[in-house]
Nanobody, 115 residues
Framework: QVQLVESGGGLVQPGGSLRLSCAAS????????MGWYRQAPGKQRELVAT???????HYADSMKGRFTISRDNAKNTVYLQMNRLKPEDTAVYYC?????????WGRGTQVTVSS
């Protein structure tokens, strides 16, 4: 059974940085696309960034230049380095993978940007 566990969320001041991690377990072959989404209170879940097994990345426009997605295929782990955080980045951040014919989600990790 595929499981995703996120970590690294927390409270940070505006302008600060956080690094999120998501480790996948229960897989037996290489994961296709890995990504991060977020959902702020009262808003729909939105794309943050994705990365393919070959390392091709895609970012939402508002995250370009501030966030960096990366992955370690040997560890089945995807990372999200978030810099120059803003209060509007406050949300629950969810890990997502496309694996085989399935689309899997983690439970989310809270990121709060506040002074």
């Amino acid at each position: 059974q595929v499981q995703l566990v996120e970590s690294g969320g927390g409270l940070v001041q505006p302008g600060g940085s956080l690094r999120l991690s998501c480790a996948a377990s229960g897989t037996s072959f290489m994961i296709d696309t890995m990504g991060w989404y977020r959902q702020a209170p009262g808003k729909q879940r939105e794309l943050v960034a994705t990365i393919t097994r070959g390392g091709n990345t895609h970012y939402a426009d508002s995250m370009k230049g501030r966030f960096t997605i990366s992955r370690d295929n040997a560890k089945n782990t995807v990372y999200l380095q978030m810099n120059r955080l803003k209060p509007e980045d406050t949300a629950v951040y969810y890990c997502n993978i496309i694996y085989g014919l399935g689309n899997y989600w983690g439970r989310g990790t809270q990121v709060t940007v506040s002074s």
